[in-house]
């Protein structure tokens, strides 16, 4: 077994290699760029190696730099983690060549599985079902319009080199086609360095569940059963689950043996995933196998109970696999949110910043109930444009599945992020949406159920009633804190007010108290609506999330501190809350309400990003759909067009030039 193994990666995947090396007694060497220096990875870590500037181009996907480290620190071994180099024929081979293993498949398999194009020409010559398209060269627009033309609307058109979702575009026509074909090219080259792409038929109403399988270097293969992947966002995965609520016995071992096959013919040893696109008959077809640990993996980890980086490690270092196909059982349900550091209510787009607060639920287990949080932040970091947005995997597991879903909203609830903007709220928000939970799912869910983005959602009445009891026990809990100080100008108000109105959002909710003493921790019954209810809870003033129950039902909410109330965040709303007197609420009601600025004349930049290009010039006359200018965040391109006919009058800025989130980029008349 290897004494020290070198990391060539970052974040949350770093750190969760280094948690398993640790366990096995194996030292660990993280490597880190400028932008890395206070990572807690480098942390965690025994020994740190600094490998350049925050651009990945001149220090994470940096061969030379990632062996001299192996070599200043004596590390025998390198995990790739996922990403930059993790799929690197070259690396591999150039490690082989100095002495160094590489925790992964040989270079071969990487070859022959991680460019999508030659994977699909190996997939059929081994008899493996795949999406009906072209996979020779595409030499332009033009050439991409003919081969879509003749596989039939609507395709998809996907980087060779790709993967994360960069690089893939779906047309569903010639205008469509010619964008996305560009827009594939640029990304692909600029994220892979390989601007190469190919053109498949897409599948409508498509499930993504891909199959993990396991293998030694000695002719051992196994599957560890599947995930349903099918809640993406611009192509990139959300929430995971494992095992698919849609697949049956048969099909399971049908896309498990194939999964198997494939991998013994391309002689595979690691942990890698096959991919299949599912259809809504459950015929399955090969997408492409990722030869490396998926970001997904926690999930088959809880449900299998394999530690999939142990194994990856073990088979590197020449042992045979222990487990037997026969031996390996899918236990219970597990599900994966994946927070990232991005504005769901501006449709997804990357935020910045540094981590003001930063608490996660606790880990471990409590009941039928496990939480893990796999994490490469912490309180005070800042999250950088020059990575993935990705803050942490939260997972959850118990018996079932509708279980493992609400210890997962009950999760999301009690996660504190602030500093950013963040997708917990869409997160809390899909776990409580019924076809979710009905495990009704296809790739164009999202898009589907929210197309015209996530917006601010409102509570309904049964919502409004917790609402207000969370708000009006805070309020009475300040208030008795107060009236305890012994430095007080004046004695305590004397006997509680028996009724009050809470205003949560638009909306007025009366409640009378039906006992008359405060007590801590808190305990009172309450007619909300008229309808009797016990609120209980310990919560104390300052702490940003209050757990107790409400009429007999868990509750964890986060509250936080606004002008003239508090601002609640639950299950997806996001609700100002403000007591009042019944009098108080009379004059409110007649308060004018302040409107937004009218922004409809200006090009706002989305997300702090580079300026890729501007489409526009000063005086053009621009229609509804066109292009206006493309920004550059976290490695993705955000095409930005025009919501309708318009003239530009004044453009403020120009390629190259980095903006802040609602920086002016042009004017329209």
């Given at each position: 077994m290897f004494k020290k193994i070198l990391i060539a990666n970052r974040g949350e995947i770093a750190c969760r290699v280094i948690k398993t090396a640790r366990r096995m007694g194996i030292s660990t060497v993280a490597v880190y760029s400028d932008a890395d220096r206070d990572a807690l990875h480098v942390e965690m870590a025994d020994e740190a190696v600094h490998i350049g500037p925050a651009a990945a181009a001149e220090s994470y996907l940096v061969a030379e730099k990632i062996i001299a480290a192996c070599k200043a620190t004596g590390a025998e071994a390198v995990h790739p983690g996922y990403g930059f180099l993790s799929e690197r024929a070259s690396f591999c081979a150039e490690l082989e060549k100095q002495g160094i293993v590489f925790i992964g498949p040989k270079p071969k398999a990487i070859m022959a599985m991680g460019d999508k194009i030659e994977s699909k020409k190996f997939a059929n010559a081994a008899g493996v079902s795949t999406v009906p398209g072209h996979l020779g060269v595409i030499e332009d627009a033009a050439h991409a319009e003919v081969i879509a033309g003749g596989i039939g609307y609507p395709v998809m058109i996907k980087a060779s080199a790709g993967g994360g979702g960069k690089g893939m575009r779906i047309a569903w026509n010639e205008a469509e086609v010619r964008d996305g074909f560009e827009r594939a090219r640029s990304e692909a080259k600029s994220s892979f360095g390989d601007d190469r792409v190919f053109i498949e038929k897409f599948i409508v109403e498509p499930r993504h569940i891909e199959i993990q399988v396991l293998a030694d270097a000695h002719g051992n293969v196994v599957y560890l059963g599947e995930r349903e992947c099918s809640i993406q966002r611009r192509n990139q995965k959300v929430a995971e689950e494992a095992p698919s609520p849609f697949l049956d016995e048969k099909t399971r071992k049908a896309m498990g043996e194939q999964s198997v096959a494939l991998a013994r013919a391309v002689d595979y040893q690691s942990a890698g995933t096959v991919?299949?696109?599912?259809?809504?008959?459950?015929?399955?077809?090969?997408?492409?196998?990722?030869?490396?640990?998926?970001?997904?993996?926690?999930?088959?980890?809880?449900?299998?109970?394999?530690?999939?980086?142990?194994?990856?490690?073990?088979?590197?270092?020449?042992?045979?696999?222990?487990?037997?196909?026969?031996?390996?059982?899918?236990?219970?349900?597990?599900?994966?949110?994946?927070?990232?550091?991005?504005?769901?209510?501006?449709?997804?787009?990357?935020?910045?910043?540094?981590?003001?607060?930063?608490?996660?639920?606790?880990?471990?287990?409590?009941?039928?109930?496990?939480?893990?949080?796999?994490?490469?932040?912490?309180?005070?970091?800042?999250?950088?444009?020059?990575?993935?947005?990705?803050?942490?995997?939260?997972?959850?597991?118990?018996?079932?599945?509708?279980?493992?879903?609400?210890?997962?909203?009950?999760?999301?609830?009690?996660?504190?992020?602030?500093?950013?903007?963040?997708?917990?709220?869409?997160?809390?928000?899909?776990?409580?949406?019924?076809?979710?939970?009905?495990?009704?799912?296809?790739?164009?869910?999202?898009?589907?159920?929210?197309?015209?983005?996530?917006?601010?959602?409102?509570?309904?009445?049964?919502?409004?009633?917790?609402?207000?009891?969370?708000?009006?026990?805070?309020?009475?809990?300040?208030?008795?804190?107060?009236?305890?100080?012994?430095?007080?100008?004046?004695?305590?108000?004397?006997?509680?007010?028996?009724?009050?109105?809470?205003?949560?959002?638009?909306?007025?909710?009366?409640?009378?108290?039906?006992?008359?003493?405060?007590?801590?921790?808190?305990?009172?019954?309450?007619?909300?609506?008229?309808?009797?209810?016990?609120?209980?809870?310990?919560?104390?003033?300052?702490?940003?999330?209050?757990?107790?129950?409400?009429?007999?039902?868990?509750?964890?909410?986060?509250?936080?501190?606004?002008?003239?109330?508090?601002?609640?965040?639950?299950?997806?709303?996001?609700?100002?809350?403000?007591?009042?007197?019944?009098?108080?609420?009379?004059?409110?009601?007649?308060?004018?309400?302040?409107?937004?600025?009218?922004?409809?004349?200006?090009?706002?930049?989305?997300?702090?990003?580079?300026?890729?290009?501007?489409?526009?010039?000063?005086?053009?006359?621009?229609?509804?759909?066109?292009?206006?200018?493309?920004?550059?965040?976290?490695?993705?391109?955000?095409?930005?067009?025009?919501?309708?006919?318009?003239?530009?009058?004044?453009?403020?800025?120009?390629?190259?030039?980095?903006?802040?989130?609602?920086?002016?980029?042009?004017?329209?008349?």
């Open positions: 991919e299949f696109i599912v259809d809504r008959d459950r015929n399955f077809y090969f997408l492409e196998m990722n030869t490396r640990l998926q970001v997904e993996h926690p999930v088959t980890e809880l449900v299998t109970g394999i530690d999939l980086v142990e194994q990856m490690i073990r088979v590197a270092a020449g042992e045979p696999l222990t487990l037997a196909q026969e031996e390996i059982r899918l236990d219970g349900w597990a599900i994966e949110s994946r927070l990232y550091a991005e504005d769901p209510y501006r449709n997804f787009l990357p935020s910045i910043g540094r981590l003001t607060r930063y608490r996660p639920p606790a880990e471990g287990r409590t009941g039928n109930v496990t939480v893990r949080n796999d994490t490469g932040v912490f309180e005070g970091a800042e999250i950088s444009m020059y990575y993935d947005p990705m803050i942490a995997k939260l997972c959850t597991w118990a018996p079932t599945r509708l279980e493992a879903i609400d210890a997962m909203g009950q999760a999301l609830d009690g996660f504190v992020v602030d500093g950013i903007e963040h997708n917990i709220p869409f997160l809390s928000a899909l776990m409580k949406h019924p076809r979710w939970r009905e495990g009704r799912l296809s790739t164009g869910f999202i898009a589907e159920e929210y197309p015209d983005g996530f917006a601010p959602m409102k509570p309904d009445r049964t919502e409004e009633a917790v609402l207000a009891a969370i708000a009006l026990s805070a309020s009475l809990i300040e208030t008795n804190r107060r009236e305890r100080f012994a430095d007080r100008l004046r004695a305590a108000s004397g006997a509680l007010r028996e009724h009050w109105v809470v205003k949560t959002g638009d909306s007025h909710v009366a409640v009378q108290l039906l006992d008359g003493l405060v007590t801590i921790p808190f305990d009172m019954e309450m007619a909300i609506e008229g309808e009797n209810n016990s609120v209980v809870t310990d919560w104390r003033p300052g702490d940003p999330v209050w757990s107790g129950k409400v009429g007999g039902r868990d509750i964890t909410a986060q509250i936080r501190p606004v002008l003239n109330g508090v601002r609640i965040d639950w299950q997806g709303l996001s609700v100002t809350a403000k007591v009042f007197s019944p009098r108080h609420a009379e004059l409110d009601r007649l308060m004018p309400v302040k409107l937004p600025p009218d922004t409809s004349k200006l090009l706002l930049c989305p997300m702090p990003g580079l300026v890729v290009s501007i489409a526009v010039a000063e005086g053009q006359e621009v229609k509804a759909g066109e292009t206006l200018a493309i920004v550059e965040a976290m490695k993705m391109e955000n095409v930005l067009r025009a919501d309708r006919d318009l003239v530009v009058s004044k453009i403020n800025a120009a390629a190259g030039e980095s903006l802040a989130v609602d920086a002016v980029i042009m004017e329209f008349a």
